[in-house]
């Protein structure tokens, strides 16, 4: 016997449809289910935020169009008068408060310079916030000079006193030089219009 070959891929039967005369569904996968949520949540946060930025970009120009509208309810003229005030009167509070005041670093010397020690030659110095003073003295004695050392050291508003180059002059008296920072605080305006009575 021959072996049957189909020779024709068409089945010879008709298929046959279900009984109920509806089609099969496919089944739906939970995955689908899942990714068809992300999708479409993700979706209306799209459109959420699209709408948001709008709803901002109107809100900036309305607000924009009122501050211009009460901008323009004002002066620009007294605007502008008011504005070169504030910049004035900043600009001398700056003065004011860079203001050094020497008058104090007098008094400090008139009140710690020993009767028997003068000072012959002042300079002062500013640089940036730091202050340096440069004097040239004559004492009595060796011993005045020591003492004179002694009670500017103690004073804080004197940092890092410096007596040198100690000599004798031709009439016994004794020669040096001295020099020392200054404690920012002496010299402000500010500080001693505060403890003016």
Do not use: C, W
């Not at 003492?147 to 180059?165: H, R, Y």
């Amino acid at each position: 016997m021959e072996p049957k070959f189909q020779t024709s891929f068409i089945p010879k039967q008709a298929l046959e449809e279900s009984t109920t005369g509806r089609r099969p569904r496919a089944a739906v996968s939970v995955f689908m289910v899942i990714g068809l949520i992300l999708f479409l949540g993700s979706l209306a946060s799209v459109l959420g935020v699209i709408l948001y930025g709008e709803f901002l970009k109107q809100n900036i120009e309305s607000k924009s169009a009122d501050l211009e509208r009460a901008k323009n309810e004002f002066e620009p003229a007294l605007i502008q008068r008011l504005t070169a005030l504030d910049r004035r009167m900043a600009a001398s509070e700056e003065l004011l408060k860079n203001h050094v005041s020497v008058s104090s670093l007098f008094e400090l010397l008139q009140s710690y310079t020993l009767q028997n020690v003068r000072f012959e030659t002042f300079r002062f110095a500013t640089k940036g916030a730091g202050s340096s003073l440069f004097m040239n003295g004559r004492a009595k004695s060796f011993a005045a000079v020591a003492l004179q050392s002694d009670v500017f050291g103690k004073i804080p508003f004197i940092k890092n006193a410096i007596f040198a180059s100690p000599n004798l002059d031709p009439e016994g008296n004794v020669t040096f030089e001295f020099s020392s920072e200054l404690d920012p605080a002496l010299l402000s305006y500010v500080a001693a219009l505060k403890q003016a009575p």
